[in-house]
């Protein structure tokens, strides 16, 4: 069994994919320097909204964990709520029961649209101004097709709450997918450089949410006192890795399912929390005990200073996955049917085609580098319904003109409405 505990990082970085439209926080400060960190406050239906939110989080998380331990041991990582975000930006088209699957899955539907659009944003200007010394970029695109009619209050409202940047595109030309994959790379640092392999006439959109974030800890491990060190995987197999060490004064807590200790970044704004099973224990105990009620938030009150000797490994995870299974068996599987009800995104009948997370995170004795995209995809599940026959009859006086049509740029006009003997 590989490093997969490790990559599960909530709150501290996927806990905090929030929106903005390639927004970015300051360079890294000197050591010593830092400001304090910014108490983001929350009125209270915002506080009830974060618990929501972590209840999301962790059942998502449970659910991509069963189905990759049927395929295996390998490491993985997701980013929670840049799946709740772009999924928020998609729920802003839904209607009828379709609208009720998605909130009910987001563990939203007790919020209305404005709560929830406003706790987005209200977090990411928070995020990205709290520690200078950490880099987050966080950006929105909507790429819809521009043969179809898309309403404008949810393109609006997509600009408005989460800086969404909409672009009209030909999704007959294999020059779109390109640009997608350009976008994407562009908006994480170029570490993840395609989400889509292509595209066809009867996509509606993709909303995309992109998240790089570069942290350099608090207090860094010395690469001298790094060393080949056993892992042992949970079949009892061992293998040799690098493993950091360093002994200080970290937040901890432990309870009979596991450790639990909390590695700051910066100015101690983020954080990344290692959950560690404690001996006897298997990964399963400590996300069964995630999943109760309450308990994550009982653990992180219990976080008292201590002095840790730690032994962390350094690890790079590069993960792809397909979450219509994880979502529908979470909810809302009447998106991904001809059910569907995206009746706010446009007249046409149209439906989730799939929703899609690339993720990586690399972690060293100076810091944690990550990113992720998570791509949804939206498409007709019936062409446009044509014109009606018409009858023109340019039997009168009539104007016309004389276009480039790439640019619309007009080269002649004129009227005809005499025929001279």
């Given at each position: 069994m590989q490093l997969k505990i490790f990559s599960l990082i909530v709150p501290a970085i996927v806990g905090l994919?929030?929106?903005?439209?390639?927004?970015?926080s300051g360079h890294a400060s000197p050591a010593g320097k830092l400001p304090d960190p910014i108490r983001i406050q929350l009125r209270s239906v915002e506080e009830q909204m974060v618990k929501?939110?972590?209840?999301?989080?962790?059942?998502?998380?449970?659910?991509?964990?069963?189905?990759?331990?049927?395929?295996?041991?390998?490491?993985?990582?997701v980013s929670p709520l840049s799946l709740s975000m772009a999924l928020a930006m998609t729920?802003?088209?839904?209607?009828?029961?379709?609208?009720?699957?998605?909130?009910?899955?987001?563990?939203?539907?007790?919020?209305?649209?404005?709560?929830?659009?406003?706790?987005?944003?209200?977090?990411?200007?928070a995020l990205l101004a709290t520690d200078p010394s950490t880099r987050i970029s966080i950006a929105n695109a909507i790429f819809a097709n521009h043969q179809v009619v898309v309403n404008p209050g949810f393109l609006n409202t997509n600009k408005t709450w989460y800086d969404a940047t909409?672009?009209?595109?030909?999704?007959?030309?294999?020059?779109?997918?390109?640009?997608?994959?350009?976008?994407?790379?562009?908006?994480?640092?170029?570490?993840?450089?395609?989400?889509?392999?292509?595209?066809?006439p009867l996509d509606l959109m993709y909303l995309l949410n992109a998240i790089y974030f570069k942290g350099i800890w608090t207090a860094e491990f010395d690469a001298k006192n790094t060393s080949k060190r056993p892992f042992t995987y949970e079949n009892g197999t061992t293998r040799q890795v690098d493993m950091m060490r360093q002994e200080a004064t970290f937040?901890?807590?432990?309870?009979?399912?596991?450790?639990?200790?909390?590695?700051?970044?910066?100015?101690?704004?983020?954080?990344?929390?290692?959950?560690?099973?404690r001996e006897g224990r298997r990964l399963r105990d400590v996300l069964s005990a995630t999943l109760q009620d309450g308990y994550w938030g009982d653990l992180k009150a219990a976080l008292r200073k201590a002095e840790v000797d730690l032994s962390f490994p350094k690890f790079r995870t590069e993960y792809s996955k397909y979450l219509n299974d994880v979502l529908s068996k979470m909810g809302m599987g009447i998106a991904f049917t001809d059910a569907a009800d995206f009746s706010g995104i446009t007249d046409v009948p149209a439906k989730i085609s799939f929703v899609k997370q690339d993720t990586y995170i690399s972690t060293d004795e100076s810091g944690t580098e990550a990113a992720a995209v998570t791509t949804v995809g939206v498409e007709l599940t019936s062409l446009p319904s044509q014109p009606k026959k018409v009858v023109f009859k340019a039997d009168r006086p009539f104007?016309?003109?004389?276009?480039?049509?790439?640019?619309?740029?007009?080269?002649?006009?004129?009227v005809v409405r005499d025929f001279p003997g």
């Amino acid at each position: 069994m590989q490093l997969k505990i490790f990559s599960l990082i909530v709150p501290a970085i996927v806990g905090l994919s929030f929106a903005a439209s390639c927004d970015k926080s300051g360079h890294a400060s000197p050591a010593g320097k830092l400001p304090d960190p910014i108490r983001i406050q929350l009125r209270s239906v915002e506080e009830q909204m974060v618990k929501n939110d972590q209840a999301f989080a962790f059942s998502f998380f449970e659910k991509v964990f069963a189905e990759e331990s049927l395929e295996g041991d390998g490491n993985f990582m997701v980013s929670p709520l840049s799946l709740s975000m772009a999924l928020a930006m998609t729920w802003n088209g839904a209607g009828g029961d379709t609208r009720t699957a998605m909130q009910q899955t987001l563990h939203m539907d007790e919020f209305d649209d404005e709560e929830v659009n406003g706790y987005y944003k209200k977090l990411k200007e928070a995020l990205l101004a709290t520690d200078p010394s950490t880099r987050i970029s966080i950006a929105n695109a909507i790429f819809a097709n521009h043969q179809v009619v898309v309403n404008p209050g949810f393109l609006n409202t997509n600009k408005t709450w989460y800086d969404a940047t909409v672009r009209p595109v030909d999704f007959s030309l294999p020059a779109t997918a390109a640009l997608i994959n350009q976008w994407a790379s562009d908006h994480t640092n170029g570490l993840i450089e395609k989400v889509i392999d292509g595209t066809n006439p009867l996509d509606l959109m993709y909303l995309l949410n992109a998240i790089y974030f570069k942290g350099i800890w608090t207090a860094e491990f010395d690469a001298k006192n790094t060393s080949k060190r056993p892992f042992t995987y949970e079949n009892g197999t061992t293998r040799q890795v690098d493993m950091m060490r360093q002994e200080a004064t970290f937040n901890y807590a432990e309870d009979q399912t596991l450790q639990l200790v909390q590695l700051p970044y910066g100015n101690q704004s983020f954080s990344m929390m290692v959950l560690l099973p404690r001996e006897g224990r298997r990964l399963r105990d400590v996300l069964s005990a995630t999943l109760q009620d309450g308990y994550w938030g009982d653990l992180k009150a219990a976080l008292r200073k201590a002095e840790v000797d730690l032994s962390f490994p350094k690890f790079r995870t590069e993960y792809s996955k397909y979450l219509n299974d994880v979502l529908s068996k979470m909810g809302m599987g009447i998106a991904f049917t001809d059910a569907a009800d995206f009746s706010g995104i446009t007249d046409v009948p149209a439906k989730i085609s799939f929703v899609k997370q690339d993720t990586y995170i690399s972690t060293d004795e100076s810091g944690t580098e990550a990113a992720a995209v998570t791509t949804v995809g939206v498409e007709l599940t019936s062409l446009p319904s044509q014109p009606k026959k018409v009858v023109f009859k340019a039997d009168r006086p009539f104007v016309y003109l004389i276009q480039e049509n790439s640019t619309g740029a007009i080269l002649f006009m004129g009227v005809v409405r005499d025929f001279p003997g």
